[in-house]
């Protein structure tokens, strides 16, 4: 039975093709569906199917962010409730006083140096200037998270100082360098280098070119009182050293805070700045 004689749908499963050498043969393969077809619907599968990669991945962030806020709490919580009960540890006079002994070359006049933004109204007046200058340049966003930063820190600390009334150390245990008349735990000092230091490593990190001096340079000049002002508390005899870890802790989840909003903040912005373009192309 040749072409001519088969049914219908025989007739539509024969293919006629050419050979190598331009001979004419017969195929009796299969209809399959046309290629455009096909891709069209792997497509139509795939947009069937979203992709919760980047969901999860959000989500375990989020889940492991959490985790790291709750243990911080407790153990601020824990380190509070002590402090409220005893005016130092053992292992506080023993850091202090070790931490005193230090006397090489220039150590005390860094450890003075270090502390200078954080004493009197210094604070206040490096905010103001950081929030106005980001204001010059049309950073709303981070001018406002600043602000929560800093100025909710500084509220945070005050009305913790009073919860938990622990003295400052005395002169009979270490060595004062001034007096001051204010409750020790948390520290003040650190509570607004963390919160304002911190805040403008993170906007550096993400603001200035990548690789670039003035982002290294910004980075470093924010990171390096973070770093020393616990040292410099204790080496003044300020604070003890459970003040300022206990202040570590619980600022460095205010800034987490603050941070996090801030980056709400400003995907709000995008998205409606993105909107009013559609809308604008629209028209």
């Known amino acids: 039975m040749d072409a001519r004689t088969a049914p219908p749908a025989a007739t539509l499963a024969m293919k006629i093709d050419k050979d190598a050498d331009g001979r004419m043969y017969q195929s009796t393969n299969q209809p399959s569906l046309p290629e455009t077809g096909a891709h069209e619907n792997v497509q139509s599968q795939d947009l069937q199917q ?99 930063s800093a100025g909710g820190g500084a509220i945070m600390t005050s009305l913790l100082k009073l919860l938990v009334a622990r003295p400052r150390p005395t002169a009979d245990l270490v060595r004062i360098y001034r007096d001051v008349s204010s409750q020790s ?20 990190y993400a603001l200035l070119p990548r690789y670039s001096l003035a982002r290294r340079a910004a980075l470093t000049a924010s990171f390096l ?20 870890l206990g202040a570590y802790l619980i600022s460095g989840v205010w800034l987490a805070f603050s941070l996090h909003l801030y980056r709400r903040w400003k995907e709000r912005a995008t998205f409606h700045a993105m909107s009013g373009y559609d809308v604008r192309r629209a028209e």
């Not at 002002?229 to 300022?244: E, I, K, M, N």
Request: proline share 5%.
């Open 50 to 148: 979203p992709d919760f990669t980047p969901r999860r991945r959000a989500t375990r962030r989020l889940l492991r962010a959490e985790v790291w806020y709750s243990v911080a709490l407790v153990l601020f919580a824990v380190l509070a409730a002590f402090a409220h009960l005893y005016s130092y540890f053992g292992w506080d006079l023993r850091v202090a006083r070790t931490l005193q002994s230090l006397h090489a070359p220039g150590f005390a006049e860094l450890m003075r140096f270090v502390s200078l933004f954080g004493n009197s109204l210094t604070p206040h007046v490096l905010t103001l200037i950081a929030i106005l200058l980001f204001l010059f340049f049309r950073r709303r966003s981070e001018a406002a998270a600043l602000l929560l």
């Open 185 to 204: 735990f948390p520290s003040g000092h650190v509570t607004f280098y963390v919160c304002f230091f911190g805040f403008l490593f993170f906007t550096a």
């Open 225 to 244: 009182p973070v770093l020393l002002v616990g040292f410099s508390r204790v080496y003044l005899g300020a604070h003890w050293p459970s003040d300022t």
